[in-house]
């Protein structure tokens, strides 16, 4: 599982249904350091379980994330066909293709068989062998990465901003750090004091989030991720609930940051942003990534027809 | 009219003054609060347990199901547990309870005050842990996920972040709580305490005049449960001042 590349995240085979709804239908993304990595698709297309799913906000139903090399979620077996091939299952199902199919081709029966699985769901690993089990556990134990341990890296913004309500602004800042980083309480009240400079919020660092503005809560809140020096930082539609003439404040933080170097993912309708700052632009219709590019060719020169008519009707 | 004044005031000095037998009350009282105040805290602890196991059930039992394994069936083990206890204790009177904590389960112990302090508090504790579970489903769910995104795992976003959250929306009806248990408390006297309500039935047993010592333990809990509700609202305004 190790790549040349090293990838600060790497999806791969995800899914995500919601009962029977199927959010995601296979993604498989890499995002590399420095990149600012701009998602964008129109309502209900998954973008913002897709990025709930890189930090296991949301648990994928199938697929791996692997965060610097480190496996956060379950292993899924269906990425490791040596694994799939211990399963009692599949055992039983290749026996039965070859007898109805003599003289078929040892990559045809795995090819046929392991997609006959997939389909069907048909894996139950309680029921599983002892070999099977032992693979899974290996390759688990060898790449797992503790999930808080790893969220510790990867900051988070959301729509609602979801400042502590009951901390102030500076609490807001400081909690996780202290708590988390062993940080002392000092150094990181330093710390919020120089990022809350760099906003141009100084004075609100005793208020209490009520107190604030969205523009004003959404910044201190990509402070807040800031705080923790992550290497990455997830922004789910950060603009998207505030008031039209706070977007701009907002965008210019996240400017300002991807400018810095910081690795960003946005889910966004900020084409806008997307143009002007994006590394790459996913777009993300009915579960899958329909098309991704540098932002000049993706807007510029857009290949399928549905991107086409998306972006006719937002720009 | 002036025969009539003079009878109650007869009555007063005899139910009252001869004897102190005003003292009765006091102490009565006196243990009639400490009853309440242990219990209830008692019922604090038990009621954010019991919320923190419910709630943390209802909130992963879907995922933790799908994964199997030991942490599933050790939480919803105690979660039946928990289920269990709020069903036999909000489904037996108060005063079964005490009697069988008394009689049966610390029949050799002589100290009926901390019977009647652990009675009153599990009892309690059965009411706040719906309290409580209330008030952690009322808390955003944006906050937990904040919490979690930073890297706190699940026990600390709750007490750093949802527990205290939850108490501001919960203390008036904490409050609430409060006054009922000053109330029920009054059955204390079933095994022997002297507790306000005993004090009063005392008094009565010693004078035969019935009137005076019952409409006084009357008038002391009414007096206790408004001056309480009265704190309860300005308290509610407070919080809710603080909200804007």
């Known amino acids: ?315 | 009219m002036k025969e009539w004044f003079a009878d109650l005031a007869q009555q007063f000095r005899l139910n009252f003054i001869t004897g102190d037998r005003w003292t009765w009350l006091l102490d009565g009282f006196k243990m009639t609060l400490v009853i309440t105040f242990f219990a209830t805290l008692l019922g604090i602890a038990i009621g954010v347990v019991i919320a923190t196991i419910r709630s943390s059930y209802d909130k992963n039992k879907e995922s933790m199901k799908k994964k199997g394994g030991f942490g599933y069936r050790v939480l919803s083990f105690f979660n039946g547990l928990c289920g269990l206890y709020l069903t036999v204790i909000r489904g037996t009177p108060v005063v079964v309870q005490l009697l069988i904590m008394y009689f049966i389960i610390f029949a050799s112990s002589t100290n009926s005050t901390m019977v009647a302090v652990i009675s009153f508090g599990i009892n309690s504790g059965a009411y706040v842990a719906e309290i409580f579970r209330g008030g952690i489903m009322s808390v955003d769910k944006g906050q937990f996920e904040a919490g979690r995104s930073l890297g706190f795992n699940y026990i600390q976003t709750m007490i750093y972040i949802v527990i205290p959250q939850m108490f501001k929306i919960v203390l008036p009806m904490l409050c609430n709580e409060f006054i009922v248990l000053i109330k029920e408390t009054s059955i204390s006297g079933y095994v022997g305490i002297r507790d306000l309500t005993k004090a009063g039935d005392l008094i009565r047993g010693r004078t035969f005049s019935a009137f005076m010592p019952l409409i006084a333990v009357a008038l002391i809990y009414l007096a206790v449960v408004i001056i309480f509700t009265k704190l309860v609202k300005r308290l509610e305004r407070r919080l809710r001042n603080s909200d804007h």
């Open chain 1, 1 to 315: 599982m190790t790549t040349e590349r090293k990838a600060l995240i790497k999806v791969d085979g995800l899914y995500k249904f919601f009962g029977d709804n199927k959010v995601l239908r296979g993604i498989s993304a890499e995002i590399d350091k420095g990149e600012v990595v701009v998602v964008i698709g129109p309502s209900g297309s998954g973008k913002s379980t897709f990025l709930r799913c890189l930090n296991l906000l949301e648990e994928p139903t199938y697929g791996e994330v692997w965060l610097e090399d480190k496996l956060v979620t379950p292993v899924d077996p269906y990425l490791h066909p040596d694994v799939i091939e211990l399963s009692k299952t599949y055992q039983k199902l290749a026996a039965k293709y070859k007898s109805e199919h003599p003289g078929a081709a040892d990559e045809e029966v795995k090819k046929t068989v392991i997609k006959e699985i997939k389909d069907g769901d048909l894996l139950n690993e309680k029921h599983e062998g002892k070999a099977y089990k032992s693979l899974m556990k290996k390759i688990y134990d060898e790449n797992y990465i503790n999930i808080n341990l790893a969220r510790q890296k990867v900051g988070m913004v959301f729509q609602q901003f979801n400042l502590f309500e009951n901390l102030t602004v500076l609490d807001n800042i400081t909690l996780a750090p202290v708590k988390l980083l062993g940080m002392s309480k000092a150094d990181a009240e330093k710390k919020a004091a120089e990022l809350l400079e760099r906003i141009g919020l100084s004075d609100k660092a005793d208020s209490y989030p009520v107190q604030l503005s969205g523009g004003q809560k959404q910044r201190i809140a990509i402070v807040r991720s800031l705080a923790m020096d992550p290497d990455v930082i997830l922004f789910d539609e950060p603009t998207s609930a505030l008031d039209p003439e706070m977007v701009g404040e907002v965008l210019d933080v996240m400017k300002e940051l991807a400018k810095s170097g910081m690795t960003m993912v946005v889910v966004t309708h900020e084409m806008g942003f997307a143009r002007e700052v994006g590394s790459r632009v996913l777009f993300m219709d009915e579960g899958v990534i329909n098309e991704e590019n540098a932002p000049e060719e993706f807007f510029g020169n857009p290949q399928s027809p549905r991107l086409k008519d998306f972006l006719s009707k937002v720009l």
